[in-house]
């Protein structure tokens, strides 16, 4: 699918340039959690390096650095890269949490820009709130930023004002309705009160619903928490009981397929990423650490001019800067896309996306960074095939290594807890391979099957051949 493109500034010539990548967090370190990656972060840097040879770039971030880094434990495992006598790419772990100290030690590295790149923790997907903070604290100190708007950042944190703001622009949303739990529960825990109004409100609003519902937290992370619910009754019954803890919001469910894709911003320039499809749960919702994803999808079936289009229309509209994701619902009913939530930041896509691409998350950010006409091109052209991103129960080393050396396979990731007591919480793999047809990843998919019969989990590599008939 062509991609749809929109400049309106022009750059100086630029021979070298200091650039910053820089990511926060605002929880404490975990370091229960392990990874895996193969290939490493390390190795992209190193690639990165040979790909930007005058350009020396700082990678600066707290802990984890998702994306960023390969931590094991409470080490850093990247170490400084050099190129032609120089360093090329150095790290610096930032130790400093408050968002004006941290914009202090980035402003002291003296970058000719600096790039967010966002990543997401639990419970709260809240980092790019703080990301924004400290890029407007290094814009008023004179450094040219890649990052989203502070106000866009906290409408897309809030579900409901990410809900309403689509809705003032024009998009199509699920009909819903917001439930303000305190005032729900108690009414604002008045004496003088005799009869909730409010609840009274809520629960009329809520009945004029067509069914089933998609019950969800305004602040959670993805799909975590996230419930369906097929009456009126049901929706009742949660709101009177102790699961309900907190703002919600309860929206029509968009019947349809789901997918997702990225977008590209930088100061007036978007770049729409092809959609990729996304499977379902038995509830019909996309599950973060189960789902399968396939593209990029070029089928006619799903109206994809429309969807550019309005994707484009987005990024002007909240003035993006930097990478987003959007997730999206097509009903093939109405002939509508439906935009159901926005990440104005890193997701679990980036990856997919640059193996698509054929470069690593690294040149993607850094190539925001540059200047059009002093962004190098990469070797092997475009990739015309198909790439499918599947999950794995956990594997031994070996497996992982097996699974990598695959001519097919492009990424492998396995994040573990060690601290989970359930087994099902204690991680999973994720596989990302490709294949020059559908045909030829069919045969990839059955090999797989095959080879690791003892660990592959057949329920994915099903799912993985339906969707490819629908890209």
Not at 1 to 13: D, E, P
Not at 198 to 213: D, G, I, K, M, N
Not at 268 to 280: D, L
Request: aromatic fraction near 12%.
């Amino acid at each position: 699918m062509t991609l749809l493109i929109a400049r309106f500034f022009f750059w100086g010539v630029v021979s070298c340039m200091k650039i910053l990548v820089f990511s926060t967090n605002s929880n404490f370190f975990d370091e229960s959690l392990s990874h895996v990656q193969i290939p490493s972060n390390q190795f992209f840097w190193e690639r990165l390096a040979l790909r930007f040879p005058d350009d020396e770039i700082i990678v600066a971030t707290q802990k984890p650095g998702m994306f960023l880094l390969d931590v094991w434990g409470k080490s850093v495992l990247n170490t400084d890269v050099s190129s032609g006598g120089k360093t090329s790419v150095r790290f610096e772990i930032i130790e400093a949490d408050d968002e004006g100290e941290i914009a202090d030690v980035l402003a002291s590295f003296s970058p000719d820009v600096a790039i967010s790149a966002t990543f997401y923790v639990t419970p709260l997907d809240w980092l790019s709130i703080k990301d924004s903070l400290v890029a407007q604290k290094l814009s008023e100190k004179g450094i040219r930023t890649i990052s989203h708007p502070l106000g866009v950042s906290v409408d897309c944190f809030d579900k409901w004002r990410t809900h309403q703001m689509l809705e003032r622009f024009g998009f199509c949303v699920a009909k819903a309705v917001y439930v303000h739990h305190e005032l729900f529960i108690n009414g604002g825990n008045r004496r003088e009160i005799k009869s909730n109004v409010y609840r009274s409100s809520v629960l009329a609003q809520v009945e004029r619903l067509h069914f089933p519902v998609v019950v969800k937290d305004t602040v959670g992370l993805s799909s975590y928490g996230m419930d369906v619910l097929d009456d009126f009754f049901q929706v009742r019954d949660f709101l009177k009981s102790k699961r309900f803890t907190s703002d919600r919001i309860i929206e029509e469910y968009i019947h349809g397929f789901q997918f997702g894709a990225e977008i590209y911003s930088r100061e007036g320039f978007h770049e729409v990423q092809p959609p990729f499809i996304f499977s379902v749960n038995k509830y019909g919702i996309t599950s973060p650490k189960q789902s399968v994803k396939i593209g990029p999808v070029s089928s006619p079936r799903f109206n994809l001019s429309e969807l550019s289009s309005e994707l484009l229309r987005l990024a002007r509209c909240l003035n993006l800067s930097g990478i987003s994701q959007v997730d999206l619902v097509f009903s093939e009913e109405a002939q509508k896309w439906y935009i159901i939530e926005i990440n104005p930041r890193l997701s679990g896509m980036t990856t997919t996306y640059a193996v698509m691409r054929q470069e690593s998350v690294f040149e993607t950010l850094v190539s925001l960074a540059r200047p059009f006409e002093k962004v190098p091109e990469k070797t092997g052209g475009n990739f015309p095939g198909l790439v499918v991103n599947i999950k794995f129960p956990l594997l031994s080393e070996p497996i992982l290594c097996e699974l990598s050396d695959l001519p097919f396979v492009r990424f492998v990731h396995q994040v573990e807890n060690k601290a989970a007591k359930q087994l099902r919480e204690r991680g999973y793999c994720e596989v990302i391979l490709v294949g020059s047809s559908k045909r030829e990843l069919l045969d990839n998919l059955s090999f797989l099957r095959a080879k690791f019969a003892s660990c592959v989990e057949e329920n994915f590599v099903e799912t993985a051949e339906k969707l490819l008939f629908l890209v």
